[in-house]
């Protein structure tokens, strides 16, 4: 038995050197035809070639909207605030810092402005008091505790819909359908919520949260859902409970969004206008007006003559958000949670 392995071992060693020896005489006969043949080099293919020219085609698009409806719009807007309009000739002129004495003296001394900017402060103090509603309210769908599949639907459901329906059902809501069943059920008569004078701005505010509701929690519950499985395993296994989790793990983990939809909310002060265009029209009474409220409804009506003074009042609202945007970014960015 050992000497049939030892004649195997020896013939597999010759077959070795034989297949080694045939290997070199290759690449020698290899090496003596291509020795003096130029080296070729290669295109692109057609097929390369093409993808690039489809993707830079793509981004032609975007980049062309870009530069016409964000670079072109604001700069004739920065342009447009150092003119006014000629109505004889029928052409901007130069008005150098008018536009801008205008609005700081109405602003002084006309009390809708006034007016517009408390109800924008206010939205915003609204919807940062709902943040942390949100964030529990998304933590218990995250978590998938008892009966999130109904809150999920009632919150998320004016997200899918159009805001053309759901405004047409809520002012019927509102108007109609609150006012009959008070009446129904306790005798009480009262007017529309909308109507009135004492619950037209709580009826708006609960519109406007409940929409900026479902939104918030589709943002946040994204970033919840991309948390690693293995670092709420690990904390479950060292006990903690579902309150520890989400102090310590998942709202450290969501952070970043969350100081992100604060800087846009602070960005956003002076253009929301909490849905009232989308209810009245420009038909909305005077004491609900925003600043993004008057800017939009002012812009759908003016004329020709009216585009410097709103492009002058758009600069303006641009320096005072911006230097806090900033801010704020700043700010949170250093007292930002970790996580522990």
């Known amino acids: 038995m050992r000497r049939k392995e030892k004649e195997w071992t020896l013939w597999d060693k010759l077959r070795q050197k034989i297949g080694r020896l045939w290997y070199e005489v290759k690449s020698r006969v290899y090496a003596l035809f291509t020795r003096n043949r130029k080296i070729k080099k290669t295109k692109p293919s057609h097929r390369r070639l093409k993808d690039g020219i489809f993707v830079y085609l793509v981004l032609l698009f975007p980049i062309l909207q870009f530069c016409v409806f964000y670079i072109g719009v604001n700069v004739n807007s920065i342009v447009m605030a150092f003119q006014e309009y000629d109505v004889e000739a029928q052409n901007y002129l130069f008005a150098g810092w008018t536009n801008f004495k205008l609005i700081y003296t109405e602003f002084l001394s006309k009390s809708l402005f006034k007016i517009c900017l408390k109800n924008s402060l206010l939205s915003f103090l609204w919807i940062q008091l709902l943040s ?14 008892v009966g999130y599949r109904f809150f999920k639907v009632v919150l998320f459901l ?5 805001t053309l329906i759901t405004v047409t059902v809520y002012k019927y809501f509102c108007n109609m359908g609150i006012p009959w069943v008070l009446e129904q059920a306790f005798g009480v008569k009262i007017g529309g919520l909308l109507s009135s004078n004492r619950t037209r701005y709580g009826a708006v505010m609960f519109y406007y949260m409940w929409l900026s509701f479902g939104t918030l929690m589709l943002m946040y519950l994204g970033c919840m859902n991309g948390i690693s499985e293995s670092i709420v395993e690990s904390a479950k296994l060292e006990g903690a409970t579902s309150m520890q989790e989400f102090f310590h793990i998942t709202f450290p983990m969501i952070y970043p969004t969350f100081s992100t ?11 929301n206008q909490i849905n009232l265009f989308s209810i009245w029209g420009p038909d909305a009474d005077s004491s609900l007006w925003t600043f993004g409220y008057y800017m939009y409804r002012e812009v759908s009506l003016a004329t020709e ?16 958000v911006a230097p806090l945007t900033f801010f704020f970014r700043w700010s949170l960015d250093k007292i930002g949670p970790s996580v522990e």
């Open 132 to 145: 942390p509603l949100v964030l529990f309210f998304t933590f218990f769908i995250y978590k998938k505790f």
């Open 158 to 162: 004016p997200t899918i819909i159009s």
């Open 261 to 271: 939809l604060f800087y846009t909310s602070i960005a956003g002060i002076f253009t």
């Open 305 to 320: 003559s009216g585009y410097p003074y709103l492009s002058t009042l758009g600069i303006l609202m641009t320096l005072v």
